[in-house]
């Protein structure tokens, strides 16, 4: 099955501070989503983004599908962007999603 | 305005005593999805509805079915729950793509966060 790879594992952040998540994959996608899981365990969707670029107010995202990555950046990181970021991958005729092994961010005040 | 409705939020049941949780949504997506995470892990697809056509993964224990009654609801039953059952449960939609080649993202429920006693 296709790879997922996610990097750093890990990141703290001082608040204010930008940052940039990559997520790496070994084959041909036809869904990529980038989420954000909340300490409540709630999974939000930030993009949908199998390629080009979309912006979000302080998020933005970048898929390179040809070069199998995408980046997800955060600007003027806040407290409250604390969690863990997936990268979800969408293979196949009804695009089972495979997920990357996330990204646990600590922004601190 | 929740789209993907997942109940109850937080669930207790007993080793080995049958627990179901249920799905519904509102967007009238033909495609649902369980995903089981587990602690400090990623999302892990359990199966899936195309419509009524049920795809189970290799890999889902048989203790985990699913049954899909009409296009709105979608229901995980655990026959006999293990220790290593308790996880979060998340349900998730997608509609129909549209022109080829295109496609649609998945919405996610706020999932069932399961707990063994």
């Known amino acids: 099955g296709i790879q997922v790879e996610q990097s750093p594992p890990d990141l703290i952040l001082q608040e204010g501070a930008n940052s940039t998540l990559r997520c790496n994959f070994s084959d041909s996608v036809n869904n990529l989503q980038w989420f954000h899981q909340n300490p409540w365990g709630q999974l939000i969707n930030l993009f949908y983004i199998p390629s080009g670029t979309k912006q979000n107010g302080r998020l933005s995202a970048t898929t390179v599908a040809t070069e199998r990555y995408s980046l997800l950046y955060i600007s003027s990181s806040q407290t409250t962007d604390s969690g863990v970021y997936f990268c979800a991958l969408g293979t196949g005729a009804n695009s089972k999603l495979t997920f990357g092994k996330g990204i646990t961010l600590s922004v601190r005040p | 305005d929740a789209m993907v409705i997942q109940n109850p939020r937080y669930q207790v049941t007993q080793f080995g005593k049958p627990v179901t949780l249920s799905c519904s949504q509102t967007l009238n997506h033909n495609v649902m999805y369980w995903y089981q995470q587990k602690s400090s892990q990623a999302p892990k697809l359990l199966f899936h509805y195309y419509d009524k056509d049920f795809n189970n993964e290799a890999d889902t224990p048989d203790n985990f079915q699913s049954r899909r009654p009409n296009t709105s609801f979608c229901f995980l039953d655990i026959r006999s729950p293990g220790l290593g059952d308790a996880a979060m449960y998340l349900c998730?939609?997608?509609?129909?793509?549209?022109?080829?080649?295109?496609?649609?993202?998945?919405?996610f429920g706020d999932g069932t966060r399961l707990s063994i006693l």
């Open positions: 998730a939609t997608r509609g129909q793509p549209g022109a080829i080649g295109s496609n649609q993202p998945q919405h």
